[in-house]
């Protein structure tokens, strides 16, 4: 994996091939008041990110120079275009963003150029011009009652689940961005009306999970630089989440692990403990269960993240997790509130979050929370 | 007459705009939307706590309205009073969600349909605004930070600064799109060469949301959802189609007066209300948060566990109603109302909602123009 002349061959393949944008990567992060020295720089960044060592980043930046090589498309099925705007708008431009618009020309429904009518032609085109070539990113869950009539799309009304189906045929990468197309999200809770499913459910294709609620956009462009650089998918765990972004839990770097470790714990929101930044696990954090870097990476430019601001984590890079992580204050080893979802996920529960390792975690809570000697 | 059926995209979501037309001039027209997800549905039987993570998730624009929506609705069900300082926590955050999907609009949304324009304009506000946010958050957009009962962060004197900072820097930069005297290039330049006249409505205002410095001139009690041709549903007002949002509720603004007395409700007026709205909000925050007390709890904890209530808040696109009922912490039924309904409803071609009167009469080349000023989302109209 950590081959770096192989990587350099494919960057030379692919620089072979004629470029999308209408200008060098150089010249856009110019006009945006970027420099050479900052462009460097992240690339070091998501070398580290990526779990590369220091020495990859030159060849970081030779990659996301022929990006514009691997056109993406970029699907909107049933969501909330909450992902687009963690990557496209919220936290831009950022040099992650700006290179993600410089790979993303041809379609995205938010914010490419065209709209209406030609934006369905120039997505029709997309799809035959670049045939086997380009990379699918979906946002959002794929309704499947009542064969998909819950979502239409486009001016023939094509259902969304035949959309992706078309789309996904001729892709050479197909990436799920979010927890709704990674695992139908919250349309797929609990009654799931529409009977949304995750996009993996309804292709026979290899998908590449990126979950969240939103994901961050450094492991949206992380999981498209992989592609490139490699001209393979990332290493997967067992949800086909990239091991990368979603390897550790955030439970293990957790700014308030010390207090959790202490037994140090807050019992209610507004308490003195609560001011002091105490361990949220009692307030039914799920960082323990939850597999992502929001601890590492944080949001919107490594501002902040929700355990910051005094709420535990939700736990949404997980399977299911609108009905396996309720009720989202209560902590789940305390079944205080057996909420409907408990018996619709059941089943679900077992294969899902409660792996050894979380209960082991639930067990050490418990023998902390009895050795603090302020309780 | 011509039926013509056009696909609208770029509105967080999609629409389909059928226009009955005779000579490029527009008859009639009809909104329909083909997407349904059932948010209300997951919440029944859930813990009243739930709806706070799940609510924001209707909308990834205007995801922190829903949130506040769903914190005031639990607490007037639950009979709970916060704290000034969580009071002011949620009105920045709000307001702020509220300044940045303008910016976003003006320039991503609604320019390109006229004139090209570079649109990183607006990721220089919208990037800033979201750290203020997060500050206080935790993240945007998806947060839950506000709950029943207040809210969960502890901001120090530190994080109090940089927030009056950034303000007050992200103030002074939008004096170049639109300055407190009114004067903006861009909106000038929009217009040139396009009446000021194009697209009048149907006059009938509605405020519901008493946040920020808005003041409510209605009755949520007289409010009414009906069925309608798509998946989305109809809201009247007295059995009245009536508009929501910026215009609406800055109408004793007397800069805005102005502009609406010489140009009654047409698009101008309501594209200027919304950008000028963003200096009177910053002009808010800069004022509210000089009264945080953080020595003020953050939270207090709710003693009832079953009820019934209303949040409204006036969100980025208008009055955003939701309604709760409680039965021992547990959700019974919920409800929301979201404004792109009211601006947005089907009505008949002598009874039209406000998008669909400022559309009739009007040449077809504008209609993407004029749609789009309304600033729909239907991805709230689809929840």
Not at chain 1, 303 to 327: N, Y
Request: proline content about 4%; some cysteine.
């Amino acid at each position: 994996m950590l081959d770096v002349k192989k990587v350099k061959q494919r960057i030379e393949e692919l620089r072979k091939l004629p470029g999308i944008a209408s200008k060098p990567l150089s010249e856009v992060l110019e006009e945006n008041g970027f420099t050479r020295r900052d462009f460097l720089k992240w690339a070091g960044t998501m070398a580290v990110a990526l779990g590369l060592p220091a020495s990859f980043a030159p060849v970081i930046a030779e990659a996301a120079e022929v990006s514009d090589r691997l056109p993406v498309i970029w699907l909107h099925l049933a969501e909330c275009t909450g992902c687009s705007e963690s990557l496209l708008r919220t936290a831009s431009p950022t040099i992650d963003t700006l290179i993600f618009n410089y790979i993303n020309l041809e379609y995205h429904d938010t914010i490419m150029a065209a709209a209406g009518w030609q934006a369905e032609e120039n997505y029709e085109e997309a799809v035959k011009k670049y045939k086997g070539r380009y990379i699918l990113c979906v946002e959002g869950a794929a309704p499947t009652k009542d064969n998909g009539d819950f979502l239409t799309i486009g001016p023939e009304a094509e259902t969304g689940l035949h959309k992706l189906k078309r789309a996904a045929k001729d892709a050479a990468a197909i990436i799920a961005v979010g927890a709704c197309s990674s695992f139908g999200g919250i349309q797929a809770a609990y009654p799931n009306p529409t009977g949304a499913v995750g996009i993996y459910k309804v292709l026979d294709k290899m998908v590449v999970n990126v979950p969240g609620c939103p994901p961050s956009d450094r492991n949206i462009v992380g999981t498209i630089m992989y592609v490139i650089l490699y001209g393979q998918l990332p290493a997967v765990d067992n949800f086909n989440r990239p091991k990368f972004a979603y390897g550790m839990r955030i439970h293990d770097l957790c700014e308030r692990r010390g207090h959790f470790d202490a037994g140090e714990f807050v019992e209610e929101f507004g308490s003195q403990e609560a001011m002091n930044g105490f361990c949220l696990y009692k307030m039914g954090c799920k960082g323990p269960y939850t597999f992502n870097n929001c601890s590492r990476e944080r949001f919107n430019q490594h501002t902040s993240w929700p355990v910051q601001a005094g709420h535990g984590c939700i736990g949404c890079s997980e399977p299911d997790f609108w009905d396996s992580m309720a009720p989202y204050e209560e902590p789940l080893a305390n079944h205080k509130f057996e909420s409907v979802s408990a018996d619709a996920t059941a089943d679900k529960v077992g294969i899902t979050i409660l792996t050894i390792a979380g209960v082991a975690i639930a067990a050490h809570a418990a023998i902390s929370a009895i050795k603090n000697p302020k309780e | 007459m011509i039926v013509n059926k056009k696909i609208i995209t770029k509105i967080e979501g999609e629409a389909t705009l059928k226009l009955y037309k005779k000579n490029e001039i527009i008859e009639f027209a009809q909104i329909e939307f083909w997407q349904y997800r059932g948010i209300e549905e997951f919440l029944k039987n859930r813990h009243y706590l739930d709806a706070c993570v799940i609510n924001p998730r209707v909308c990834g624009i205007c995801g922190h309205s829903h949130l506040i929506a769903t914190a005031k609705a639990i607490e007037d069900a639950l009979n709970i009073e916060i704290t000034e300082k969580a009071k002011i926590l949620r009105e920045i955050t709000l307001g702020l969600e509220i300044i940045q999907n303008h910016i976003k609009w003006f320039y991503l949304t609604l320019y390109p349909t006229i004139k090209k324009i570079d649109f990183f304009k607006a990721f220089e506000f919208s990037k800033e605004i979201a750290k203020i946010i997060a500050i206080i958050a935790g993240q945007f957009p998806h947060n839950s930070y506000a709950i029943p009962g207040g809210v969960t962060c502890d901001l120090t004197n530190l994080d109090i600064l940089k927030i009056k900072n950034s303000l007050k820097k992200m103030f002074d930069k939008y004096q170049n799109v639109i300055d407190i005297k009114g004067d903006s290039k861009d909106l000038e330049n929009l217009f040139n060469g396009i009446s000021k006249e194009l697209g009048k409505s149907i006059n009938k205002f509605l405020v519901l949301g008493d946040n920020l410095y808005f003041k409510s001139n209605g009755d949520v009690e007289f409010v009414k959802e009906e069925q309608s041709i798509s998946f989305n549903k109809n809201v009247l007002y007295k059995d009245e189609f009536v508009e929501v949002g910026p215009l609406a509720r800055n109408l004793n603004n007397k800069l805005i007066k102005v502009i609406y007395n010489s140009y009654k409700d047409s698009i101008y007026t309501r594209i200027f209300a919304r950008i000028y709205e963003v200096n009177l909000i910053f002009k808010y925050l800069l004022k509210i948060i000089d009264e945080i007390n953080i020595n003020e709890k953050s939270y207090i904890k709710p003693k009832n566990c079953s009820g019934t209530g209303i949040g409204i808040v006036e969100a980025p696109r208008g009055s955003l109603i939701h309604k709760v009922e409680i039965e021992n912490e547990k959700i019974k039924n919920y409800e929301i109302i979201v404004p792109t309904q009211f601006n947005l409803s089907n009505g008949t071609k002598n009874k039209p909602s406000a998008a669909q009167a400022s559309l009739m009469n009007e040449n077809e080349k504008f209609a993407d123009f004029i749609f789009k000023c309304f600033d729909i989302c239907a991805i709230c109209v689809s929840h």
